[in-house]
């Protein structure tokens, strides 16, 4: 090998991974659910306009993709989106719910019967009804989903409930045809959770200006005759105690998450049940996300960790844990169970997110779904490290650090290599360390990338989280200077001061286009070189395979010119001052 390896200045290194192929893995499956004894999850389709479809897999293994284009299987629920379908077993196959992202209309359809019908009406006011959280009731000929309905023409126009949907498609053209389920009325809420007898019903609450991972509520109601919620009351939560999830055990006791002691634990009835400085639990950017599942046998499966997630059996009657046996070491929030069977989305830094299967008689895994394939030779994959800088004050700052990699090339003795910062968005959320083709895009070419979990981020428990509450564009532009910094003084890296790129998706009314010109009006004058460049049809997050091609090459164009580097085949981007 040390004979073929050639030297070449950093960030000139020839690399098979182009940002056609880093746009065309993007993403990730989502959604998973048992339909019968099947598993069914939603998946990206980058080259297909981004949407995502519904995949199904049959008993054989092999995997269909239920919904062809333009069909795009996603909910705007809060803008962020919700879990956008579920569907239930019926004598003539199963039946499917879910949400379309065009028009946000509820829809039914059975595979193999034709077009999918609508259920649901359509609205011209403000941004129209849009739907999530599914949950087919048969037995009552409705689907109870969460509502979000637009009132006026502004933004804070807008109404959240729990409301029930009739599966004949009545409600198709009669917005009066649609039931609220409860006179409770609060900003934001996430799908009823029945009990198992049916007989009760849970769900969460929240109000501006808290968000979910400040302070919720956990309200339980009597499911009454004619279906309704009845006597609904608050039995957890509070402003300052955040719950991220509720279900029920199948003997009808309560289960929720809490952080009450600072860390997102599991709870029964009140009682913790494996008392931890983990997390169990995750910042609900997303309606309907799960991380804890209860089985028929009483045990629960839990997505845990302290920073990186493992898949875990708990015990709620001895507090024991046990984690399944794989190469995953990130989990996702998305859970489902099936007598003793679970199902979950795990990656590693090796290997991107596919679809797994936990026995939890026998402890048994094995990949049933999207099966990681490697695109590229992996000897050009990165080569991570989490590693814990010290920040103002003493602070620890978590990271990720990808070194140059290419095991082809090598840059000249004592040359020290370009690295960029990346901060993930949220930004109460967090960066897996997982394989992302998008950092390899840069590694395999010479650039070093270091991903930053700032103060606020998610995965460390509630005091780190907090350290961003009423500190943005502080505490997260420190901890990313710190590492910059430690980063440069240990000799890792080389020290500059960079021009920036502005990437605005025009459809984005998260951080509208508005957002950028101000920063853009703000630096005028100045002499900064930058650029700015914006892709209709793009929302919060890029999801088409054109748009992240032409935002990569962009980015690395950037760096070229900040670095001085001279990497083979790639578009210059114009700089402006």
Partial sequence: MGESVQTLPYGSWPSPVDAALAAAHDGRPDDVGFVGDEVWWTAPRPTEGGRRTLVRRHPDGTEESVLPAPWNVRSRVIEYGGRPWAAYPTDAGPQVVFVNFADQRLYSWRPGAGEPRPLTPVSRVG?????????????RGEVWCVLEEFTGEGPTDVRRVPVAVPLDGSAADDRGALRELTGERHRFVTGPRPSPDGRRVAWLAWDHPRMPWDGTELIVAEVGPDGTFQDARTVAGGPRESIAQVDWAPDGRLLYTSDRTGWWNVYRDGQPLCPREEEFGAPLWRLGQRSFAPLDS????????????????????????????????????????????????????????????????????????????????????????????????????????????????????????????????????????????????????????????????????????????????????????????????????????????????????????????????????????????????????????????????????????????????????????
């Avoid at 739907?131 to 087919?136: L, T």
């Fill in 298 to 577: 009483g045990l629960i499966a839990v997505v845990h960790g302290r920073g990186a997630t493992a898949l875990g059996i708990l015990d709620p009657e001895t507090g024991d844990l046990v984690d399944a046996v794989g190469p995953w070491t990130e989990f996702a929030a998305t859970l489902a169970v099936h007598g003793e069977r679970v199902v979950a989305v795990g990656a590693s830094p090796h290997s991107a997110y596919e679809v797994v299967e936990l026995d939890a008689r026998t402890g048994r895994t094995r990949v049933i779904g999207a099966p990681h394939r490697d695109a590229v030779d992996p000897a050009c994959y990165p080569r991570p490290r989490g590693r814990t800088f010290t920040g103002p004050g003493g602070r620890e700052i978590h990271a990720h650090v990808y070194p140059p990699h290419h095991p082809g090339f090598r840059a000249p003795d004592g040359e020290l290599p370009p690295y960029v910062i990346w901060a993930h968005g949220g930004p109460t959320s967090r960066s897996p360390l997982v394989l992302d083709l998008e950092i390899a895009y840069f590694t395999s070419r010479g650039i070093g990338v270091a991903e930053v979990n700032y103060g606020g981020s998610t995965g460390y428990g509630r005091e780190y989280r907090d350290r961003l509450r009423e500190q943005w564009g502080v505490v997260d532009v420190e901890d990313c200077a710190a590492v910059a910094l430690a980063l440069a003084d240990e000799g890792t890296a080389d020290r500059v001061t960079a021009p920036f790129l502005l990437l605005q998706g025009l459809d984005d009314v998260i951080c509208p286009p508005a957002q950028c010109e101000r920063f853009l009006e703000g630096v005028a004058g100045r002499g900064v070189p930058h650029a700015y460049l914006t892709f209709e049809g793009e929302g919060h997050g890029f999801r088409r395979a054109e748009t992240m091609v032409r935002a990569l090459e962009a980015e690395l164009s950037l760096y070229s010119q900040v670095f001085g580097l001279k990497p083979p085949g790639v578009p210059t981007l114009e700089l402006t001052r």
């Fill in 127 to 139: 941004g129209g009804l849009r739907w999530a959280e599914p949950q087919p009731r048969p037995e």
